[in-house]
């Protein structure tokens, strides 16, 4: 997710609605110990269940839905809000729609 998130970044998550441009937190469907954290690139609903395309900041290096497709809302852990470490980059997490066109 560089340049938006860096090795090391501590973050707060939590559940809250999620909306396109929007950081979030999803299980791995490969290596269950492990989340990943996307962008949301587009919301559709199919028979009552959401389902969310997500993809990464980095697009040349992301694993994301070009690749496992999109992801139904019970993979979501949740949405990032906030980066409480290291000390100089604490702050909230704005959505934006950067590299999801």
Same mark, same amino acid.
């Given at each position: 997710?560089?340049?938006?998130?860096?090795?090391?970044? *501590?973050?707060?998550? /939590? !559940?809250? !609605?999620?909306?396109? @441009?929007?950081?979030?937190?999803?299980?791995?469907?490969?290596?269950?110990?492990?989340?990943?954290?996307? =962008?949301? !690139?587009?919301?559709?609903?199919?028979?009552?269940?959401?389902?969310?395309?997500?993809? $990464?900041?980095?697009?040349?290096?992301?694993?994301?839905? =070009?690749? %496992? @497709?999109?992801?139904?809302?019970?993979?979501?852990? $949740?949405?990032?809000?906030? *980066?409480? /470490?290291?000390? $100089? =980059?604490? @702050? %909230?997490?704005?959505?934006?729609?950067?590299?999801?066109?």
């Amino acid at each position: 997710m560089v340049p938006t998130l860096e090795p090391g970044d *501590r973050l707060l998550i /939590a !559940k809250l !609605k999620i909306n396109i @441009g929007d950081l979030v937190v999803i299980r791995d469907s490969n290596i269950v110990e492990l989340d990943l954290v996307k =962008r949301v !690139k587009n919301i559709s609903e199919e028979n009552g269940v959401i389902f969310y395309e997500v993809i $990464g900041d980095n697009l040349n290096f992301s694993t994301d839905s =070009r690749h %496992f @497709g999109s992801i139904s809302s019970d993979h979501i852990v $949740g949405k990032v809000v906030y *980066r409480y /470490a290291p000390n $100089g =980059r604490s @702050g %909230f997490i704005s959505s934006f729609n950067k590299n999801i066109n």
